[in-house]
């Protein structure tokens, strides 16, 4: 893949905080710094090493929570090690929720987004208490249908404010 061919990724505005709030869409500034509780779905399929690093420095996540069944890091010149530093040195814990729930292909009941909304508001509310969130997705499918599921049944306290991530 060429330099022009790559694909670039944008935050996707949508507010889920009520459900009598209209559906938005448009690209946010990445600027977390004033909002708590927020959880990001990133289809990081086709990502670059740069718009992955740019995204875990903006976001700042205290908790990504791994939702593909083939978890890779090799984003250009990345690496497992290099991203699970990465993670380390933002005080980011990782949580692969598909090793902890034996899915083993992407075919699997168990990675529909109604069943796994319970084991990933658990995660939501362990302790610490996580105030950012960055869900890696590598389905297209599964990330849209996740912005449907998940804003209803994360739980009430705190109401968390689901986006996502998509390729422009």
Known sequence: MSHRDRIHLRLVEEDH??????????QLSFSFDDDNFVLVLADITDASEQGFLDLLDRLHPD??????????FDFGRLSRKVVFRKFDEMNARYDDLIYTLRATSEHDAGLNPVFLA?????????????????VLLDDPKILELSMEV????LGSEPRWNVRRLATQ
Request: aromatic share 0%; no cysteine; glycine share 2%.
């Open 17 to 26: 905080s009520s459900p009598t709030v209209p559906e938005s869409r448009g």
């Open 63 to 72: 908790v990504v929570i791994e939702l593909r069944t083939v978890p890779r």
């Open 150 to 153: 998940l804003p209803n049944r």
């Open 118 to 134: 319970r084991p990933l508001s658990e995660i939501l509310h362990s302790t610490p208490r996580p105030q950012r969130a960055l």
